[in-house]
């Protein structure tokens, strides 16, 4: 559903006065300005103003904002189960008994001009999947990466089957010296492309997560040569982690690390803390929302390194991690209280791998398959454009832009939720059978 002028319907609460606006004047009083008695679009206030009045109504109808998904809104009715999900003005509902969807949407419709949009296909130009014979449920964002192959004029080109060639090391010597290059360098629109590609990783891209991390850190051109060589020398470990739900990602992160670890188990070690974090609000987030019964249990954490999984769970005193800082140990009391389990996993087994590095094909696309990513196209059987095949701009890193722009072009799903059918009094409810669990690198 979509919110006509929703800004319209906020309130003020705060005395706002304004010109009089063009061809609306008072002739008997040009002068003299008008003060608003509600709120109107070019206010500062006006999405907070909506956003309140909206709060205010959706409760009367006795929703209850989630306490750590603020656009999130439930109602429980017994049996009956209803989500609301507000972005600006718009909404998206869901929930087991079609006449209480009904009953919302009348509701809605009495508080504000409201347009109803049908059974949801597309939310902020993210496609909406369904394979009702299997269940499923998924997100695509096909549509959006052809628009930005399009914009870049690459809506011709060959695709790859991997964000970035596997293999290729990128430095930040290998940035244009000459004021000439530099000049050339300057006309390609690179940072826009990596800020377009990047809206489609926080969605749907997990796979990609890697690479566009990677690239955004190199859109600057400043900084002497000196300077690079001791960055690189000193470079940050790289983050990364993915949550899944019944065999699908529903959170990731790829990005550096925010100090230098002088060993892998610590740079693991901190990475599993990051990761127990956003598994604290996963986890009160879906108990919040009551269809996955598991949460109650711990969610596991899979670690490939030994070092760093006996670090976190009992303290250790060593010579080598008496400088980790307090805050990467908040992990085991995390661990204390319930809300993790850390285990290890093999190395080979761990779908992390490609939010930290670039991988080749078969495993790359193996992992992608173990998060939930399929593929929905006909062109998977394309040959590979490799960066050395390319060579239309000089310098490595635009030659995996092109690898990464090609390889979002494929449509894929990522798998929210697996429904299963359980009869109660005639309706269906949602419920998931396993938690979330978590594996990083």
């Not at 070019?42 to 709060?55: P, T």
């Not at 109504?57 to 439930?74: D, L, M």
């Not at 004029?153 to 244009?176: A, N």
């Not at 990609?208 to 470990?237: D, F, M, P, W």
Request: hydrophobic share 35%; net charge positive.
């Amino acid at each position: 559903m979509d919110v006509k002028t929703a800004f319209l319907n906020g309130k003020l609460t705060e005395d706002v006065y304004m010109e009089q606006p063009e061809g609306f004047e008072d002739p008997k009083n040009p002068n003299k300005v008008r003060k608003l008695l509600k709120s109107i679009y070019g206010l500062k206030q006006a999405s907070r103003s909506w956003n309140l009045r909206f709060d205010e109504r959706i409760k009367e109808f006795g929703f209850a904002k989630s306490e750590f998904e603020p656009c999130v809104y439930t109602k429980f009715s017994g049996s009956i189960v209803t989500f609301l999900v507000l972005y600006v003005d718009d909404i998206l509902l869901i929930g087991n008994d079609v006449p209480t969807l009904q009953s919302v949407k009348s509701w809605l419709s009495r508080c504000f001009q409201m347009k109803d949009l049908g059974e949801a296909a597309y939310i902020l130009g993210i496609k909406i999947y369904r394979n009702r014979s299997k269940r499923l449920i998924g997100l695509s964002q096909s549509t959006y990466i052809v628009k930005i192959l399009k914009r870049f004029r690459m809506d011709e080109s060959k695709k790859g089957f991997i964000p970035t060639e596997y293999g290729i090391v990128l430095s930040k010597t290998q940035r244009p010296v000459s004021s000439q290059d530099q000049d050339k360098i300057k006309s390609v629109p690179y940072a826009s492309a990596i800020g377009s590609i990047m809206y489609a990783m926080l969605c749907t891209r997990p796979d990609v997560a890697y690479s566009i991390s990677t690239e955004s850190r190199r859109t600057s051109l400043g900084g002497c040569q000196e300077h690079s060589q001791v960055s690189e020398k000193n470079e940050r470990h790289v983050l990364g982690y993915v949550f899944t739900l019944n065999g699908g990602a529903i959170s990731w992160k790829s990005s550096k690390q925010d100090t230098i670890a002088d060993s892998t188990t610590e740079a693991e070690y901190i990475a599993a803390s990051d990761a127990a974090k956003e598994a604290v609000w996963l986890r009160n987030f879906l108990s919040d929302l009551r269809v996955v019964a598991s949460i109650s249990r711990p969610i596991d954490i899979f670690c490939d390194n030994s070092g760093a999984v006996a670090q976190a769970k009992e303290p250790r005193e060593h010579h080598k991690s008496r400088h980790v800082l307090i805050k990467y140990h908040l992990i085991r009391e995390i661990i204390g209280r319930g809300d993790v389990r850390i285990c290890k996993i093999p190395k080979e087994e761990n779908v992390a791998d490609p939010l930290t590095k670039p991988l080749a094909r078969v495993k790359h696309e193996a992992h992608a398959n173990s998060i939930g990513m399929q593929y929905l196209d006909e062109d998977r059987g394309r040959g590979l454009r490799t960066s050395r095949e390319i060579g239309a701009i000089e310098g490595s890193i635009d030659r995996v832009l092109e690898i990464i722009l090609w390889w979002s072009k494929h449509v894929i799903i990522v798998k929210l939720i697996k429904v299963l059918r359980e009869k109660t009094k005639g309706r269906e409810l949602l419920e998931v059978p396993v938690a979330p669990k978590a594996q990083f690198n």
